[in-house]
């Protein structure tokens, strides 16, 4: 049996990219609003040194796992400015829900994480006196 070296190295390769991103790392965590779960916010992990923004979404418990693609959890290495919003402008059959969260932990984010080459769990603990809660980028 002749073995071709040339196809068993590209499967090789091809393989290797089946494993995951060198550059995520595994992120779970729980977001509270004043001492509450945070159900239904959306939280987003984007990269200060470059890289690719990651996004996660509440349970009704408050729990998170970032998600880097459809298929691929993770958020990317380094410090990432996080971003958590419950507005949603609503779809199809879905309507429109109000922000709860400030803007200091949305749009004008003060939370940062810094994700590193192990499983990572962040806690936020949001309060609504924080700051103003603004309900539309015309505000």
Known sequence: MKIDHFAV????????????????????GKVTLDDQPLGNALVVFSPLSGGTTSYG???AEGNYEMMFSDS???AWL????VRITTADVGTGSSSATKER????????TTLKAMVEKKRNV?????????????QSIME
Do not use: H, M
């Open 101 to 108: 969260v400030p803007t200091v932990y949305n749009t004008q």
């Open 57 to 59: 979404r509440t349970s």
């Open 72 to 74: 691929e959890k993770g």
């Open 78 to 81: 380094g410090e990432n400015a």
């Open 9 to 28: 190295g590209a499967l090789l390769v091809v393989c290797i990219g089946c494993w995951g991103n060198d550059n995520l790392a595994r992120v779970t």
């Open 122 to 134: 962040f806690d936020f603990s949001l309060k609504s006196s924080a700051g103003k809660i603004k």
